[in-house]
């Protein structure tokens, strides 16, 4: 028997992935930076089989047998079996649970699909008693093919996804670490996640994705995303906080208005949603205070802001958007330093 725990954190993207070519291939780059509070912990456990034609696996989901995951579980290690040789001698007992509340609407998929993959490389190592030449881009190339987001949460810090001439060793089929091309003033970053709507969306990033392929805006949205990738390598070079703000909402934005906009329209964002974004540029108007928000693809606001700022920025979390959470619920986060093998 084998085992191996990896705790790996949720990422959240300043630039954004929306669209995807076949093998979970991104139409266009995007950086994220990795949390450090939301995180998944998954522990597998193999045990060397009779029947070794064949994937089996066991998922318990914080301590409960959940096979609606394990289905998509499944359907993962077969795209990854041809890797991951031993896969189909082994029964896998696979435990994992987040720190984040349950259901809150925070997306699990990176975290999930980063810690399933860092495990599996670690399993890897072991079974076939080999040492793999790079263990984390190795597990950032299998978690893409989970969950395309996953790939950027391998490591801590910055972190940018798919290829562009901008940056010489970035790939499509995983994410690079930008950290050593990052200012002082974007280092340390706050992002508190106001919970504006708990639950399932009513769109999944799948479907999202997929109505990209017909959407008339698709080709102008990806050259536009190559364009703010460019431009936000430069910010995070020189430390331009404006610049950064301009780009990152717009991003979001952008993301949310390609949904509205889609052959089938749909809408994630929530009357809350929009109240909290304008009350954080009446406070940014009022305070000049370097905040700003990011939207994941669903009602929750991710409010950013520098380490400088934070006090004032939590007081006005606590004073003025509280009362737009469901249930008074937001999570704190800062820059994350990355995974972690227990
Ligand atoms: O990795 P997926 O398929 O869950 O897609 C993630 C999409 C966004 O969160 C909206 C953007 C991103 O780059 O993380």
């Not at 670690?122 to 984390?136: Q, V």
């Not at 990806?222 to 610049?243: F, R, V, W």
Request: hydrophobic share 40%; charged share 20%; glycine share 4%.
């Amino acid at each position: 028997m084998k085992t191996t725990t990896w705790q790996s954190p949720s990422n959240i993207a300043l630039v954004k992935y929306w669209g995807k070519k076949e093998n979970q291939i991104p139409a266009n780059p995007s950086i994220s930076f990795s949390l450090n509070n939301a995180l998944t912990t998954t522990t597998i456990s193999a045990e060397i089989k009779e029947n070794r034609n064949a994937i089996s696996i066991e998922f318990f989901f914080e301590n409960e047998k959940n096979d609606a995951f394990a289905i998509k579980i499944i359907s993962f290690l077969e795209k990854v079996a041809s890797e991951f040789t031993w896969l189909k001698s082994y029964h896998l007992t696979i435990n994992s649970s987040n720190t984040f509340p349950h259901s809150s609407g925070i997306a699990s998929s990176a975290s999930a699909f980063s810690a399933l993959a860092l495990g599996l490389c670690t399993l890897h190592e072991e079974i076939m008693e080999i040492k793999l030449p790079n263990f984390y881009q190795t597990a950032s190339y299998w978690a893409r093919v989970g969950s395309g987001s996953a790939c950027r949460s391998v490591y801590g810090g910055y972190n940018l996804w798919g290829k562009t001439s901008l940056l010489a060793h970035s790939s499509d089929e995983y994410a690079v670490n930008i950290d050593d091309q990052i200012h002082p003033n974007f280092k340390t970053f706050n992002d508190t996640i106001l919970i504006i709507e708990k639950g399932k969306k009513a769109v999944s990033s799948t479907q999202g994705h997929a109505l990209l392929k017909e959407h008339p805006f698709a080709q102008m949205r990806y050259n536009i995303a190559n364009e703010n990738t460019g431009k936000l390598l430069s910010i995070l070079k020189n430390g331009e906080m404006n610049d950064f703000i301009k780009i990152v909402e717009s991003e979001a934005l952008m993301l949310h208005a390609l949904m509205m906009t889609s052959p089938t329209p749909f809408i994630l964002v929530k009357p809350n949603t929009l109240a909290v974004i304008e009350k954080i540029w009446d406070f940014r108007n009022q305070t000049h205070s370097e905040l700003l928000f990011t939207l994941d693809a669903g009602a929750n606001v991710h409010l950013l802001n520098s380490d400088k700022d934070n006090e004032q920025v939590q007081q006005f979390v606590q004073n003025e958007l509280i009362g737009y959470c469901q249930n008074d619920l937001y999570f704190c986060n800062a820059i994350g330093k990355g995974p972690l093998k227990i």
